[in-house]
């Protein structure tokens, strides 16, 4: 268990209003430079390097070096979960003035990028119409993938096996969602399921944002393959 001074500490560090918009930037489970986050935050690139010395000696924040750049990414799913579970905390909060909903909030809600997973109106659609027509079973805390789900996903040309390598990583397991109020799929399955929803051209990312766009190809095969509408 974290002690006192660990849990204030991790706290601090995602409490920070600056710090909190470049966290929130990494959702999306994309690498990003000082510079992007700066932007993102509203705070200088200077400013931003230190925000991310702090994330990452915290182990909040990953950096990794690309030639002369430096990218950042969130250190692991588990940071992507407390995140997401801080967003739901926030969103049932009663706000202190009234709130305006724009249509980048409609777009966040509708469909999104969770780290490495779908969330949002879709993302909890897809989980429902795996659950209904039997081919995954989620308890609490973890979920497993039946023989016809193995068959979707090898129909798809989605490779569960790829993933399973990363051993620290929970094949199939329910993430609340924090505006649906109610779970989407996360774990190997769920990045499995987020990339190929890219690759195959049925959804695409929305500049500056988590929200995702669902495409007219992916119109027709969300309907066709898991009989759910548009988000």
Known sequence: MASNAAFAEVASLAGD????????????????????LARVAGITPQTAS????????????AMEKQGRHRYH??????????????MQVAAA??????????????ALRAARTCYDHLAGHLGVALADSLI???????????????????????????????????????LCRPCLDWSER?????????????????TAGWIKHIDGTRAVAIT????????????????
């Open 182 to 198: 109610r779970p989407h799929l996360a774990g190997i399955v769920g990045g499995a399921l987020c990339r190929h929803c890219f």
């Open 17 to 36: 209003p600056a710090r909190a918009g470049m966290l929130h930037a990494l959702m999306d489970g994309r690498a990003l430079t000082a510079t992007e």
């Open 132 to 170: 209904a027509n039997g081919q995954i079973e989620l308890a609490a805390d973890a979920g497993i993938v039946t023989d016809s789900g193995a068959a979707l996903f090898d129909r798809l040309g989605i490779d569960l096996d790829a993933g399973s390598k990363r051993k620290s990583r929970m």
């Open 216 to 231: 007219a190809k992916g119109q027709r095969n969300f309907g066709e393959i898991f009989g759910i509408g548009s988000a």
């Open 50 to 61: 230190g925000h991310l010395a702090r994330l990452t000696v915290g182990g909040l924040v």
């Open 73 to 86: 990414r969130l250190a692991s799913p588990a940071v992507a979960r407390m995140l997401e579970s801080i």
């Open 93 to 106: 909060t009663p706000p202190r003035k009234k709130a305006f909903v724009g249509p980048r909030d409609l």
